[in-house]
Structure formats: structure tokens, C-alpha cells
């Protein structure tokens, strides 16, 4: 059985979401578990990994790795952290309404950039998740976005200033190389959506 289906068998069979699978040249494996989304959980009730949850996962796998006899030298199960990775329809649907930074497969061209100020060489946005129109069958989502410039503490703002154009990015799942939730932090209290990132490496 291959690597991947084995851990993500271990995670999902002990209650919990498989992440991400990531392989070190040095031998490190690095498993980054969540808990399973709910749909139409009330946001601020939603469960967080903790290191207790990353101790039980490590001490399962560690046993059926090495049933498995798998190859490597350091096992490291951690939560997602405020950069998680965003991999399918569900993630998507889960973190609707957040920032995310996304990398296309292939940049954007000329048509899709006619009438704005983005270059049609670009790849990569950042924005607030939003679902889309459905395309050619599939389902669509877009990020949105404004260019204004980020205001300096104490900078004080004219009323009179026009803001700048909320502009708009339309994709499906295929089009992407990369999605990750926006590493933001604010100081003055972040919402409780996302735990802090925990970890357990044996």
C-alpha cells in the first residue's frame, strides 16, 4: 500500500483529516492532521488540533509504519497552522470568505487582464475566497480583492479619497498550483477560526 494511503487510512480511521504528506530529503516525514469539517458549523465553535491529538496520531503511526516497514528517519505530526493548505472542493467550501493567497498553473493572459490594471503575466493573488458562477460544468470559485495601499499607523485618511476598484479573479480547482489560507495575524484579537500551529515530533 502506498505511503499516502497508509497514513491517510491511520488519520481518518483515529477521527481526524489528513492534510498533507510531506517527505524530506533528510528523512523527516511531516503529517499535518485536522479535525474533520462540519458543514454549517457556527464559527468560533469549531475544534482545534492539540498536542494531545498530534501525540495519539504520532504514536499510531508509528506502529503502523513500521508494520508497513516504511523508510525513514523522524516523524512529525503538526496541526495546519494560519497557512494552511487549501486542496479540494471541501477545503474550499470550509474556508469560503477568508483570505487566501493562490498560485495559478499558467498565468492569467491578455483577455483575462483586458480592462484592469493586473498584468497578464501574473500568477499569483491574494484575496477573499468567494464562491462563483459554475463553469462548463465545473464548480467556480473567485477571489476578490482591492489594490488600495495599506495604511500606516497613525496615517490619517481623507473622506474625500476614492477608494480603489474591488477587482475580481474567477478559477476552478484545476487551475491552481497552490492555495493556502493568508498568514494573517492581528494583535488585537484574531477570530478563533484557526488554532495556533502545535506539534509533535518524534
Known amino acids: 500500500m502506498a505511503l499516502q494511503e497508509t497514513i491517510e487510512q491511520t488519520v481518518t480511521g483515529?477521527?481526524?483529516?489528513?492534510?498533507?504528506?510531506?517527505?524530506?530529503?533528510?528523512?523527516?516525514?511531516?503529517v499535518t492532521i485536522d479535525m474533520p469539517y462540519m458543514a454549517g458549523t457556527v464559527p468560533g465553535?469549531?475544534?482545534?488540533?492539540?498536542?494531545?491529538?498530534?501525540?495519539?496520531?504520532?504514536?499510531?503511526?508509528?506502529?503502523?509504519?513500521?508494520?508497513?516497514?516504511?523508510e525513514y528517519s523522524?516523524?512529525?505530526?503538526?496541526?495546519p497552522g494560519i497557512d494552511r493548505p487549501l486542496r479540494n472542493e471541501k477545503d474550499f467550501e470550509?474556508?469560503?470568505?477568508?483570505?487566501?493567497?493562490?498560485?495559478?498553473?499558467?498565468?492569467?493572459?491578455?483577455?483575462?487582464?483586458?480592462?484592469?490594471?493586473?498584468?497578464?503575466?501574473r500568477k499569483k493573488f491574494r484575496g477573499t475566497l468567494e464562491r462563483a458562477e459554475p463553469a462548463e460544468g465545473?464548480?467556480?470559485?473567485?477571489?476578490?480583492?482591492?489594490?488600495e495601499p495599506a495604511v500606516k499607523p497613525g496615517q490619517k485618511i481623507s473622506k474625500k479619497r476614492i477608494p480603489a476598484p474591488l477587482q475580481a479573479l474567477g478559477f476552478?480547482?484545476?487551475?491552481?498550483?497552490?492555495?493556502r489560507l493568508a498568514p494573517v495575524v492581528d494583535f488585537k484579537g484574531r477570530r478563533p477560526k484557526l488554532a495556533a500551529d502545535k506539534s509533535v515530533e518524534k
Not at 53 to 68: A, G, H, S, W
Not at 138 to 147: A, H, L, N, R
Not at 172 to 179: N, P, S, V
Open 14 to 30: 483515529l477521527g481526524y483529516e489528513l492534510v498533507e504528506v510531506e517527505k524530506t530529503g533528510g528523512g523527516l516525514l511531516r
Open 45 to 70: 465553535t469549531e475544534q482545534f488540533i492539540n498536542a494531545e491529538d498530534c501525540e495519539k496520531v504520532t504514536r499510531q503511526l508509528q506502529f503502523v509504519l513500521e508494520v508497513e516497514g516504511a
Open 74 to 79: 523522524r516523524l512529525e505530526v503538526s496541526s
Open 94 to 121: 470550509r474556508f469560503a470568505g477568508e483570505l487566501i493567497d493562490i498560485t495559478l498553473k499558467a498565468p492569467i493572459g491578455v483577455a483575462a487582464s483586458a480592462g484592469s490594471t493586473v498584468s497578464a503575466s
Open 138 to 147: 465545473k464548480s467556480g470559485w473567485q477571489i476578490v480583492w482591492s489594490d
Open 172 to 179: 476552478t480547482l484545476d487551475e491552481i498550483q497552490q492555495a
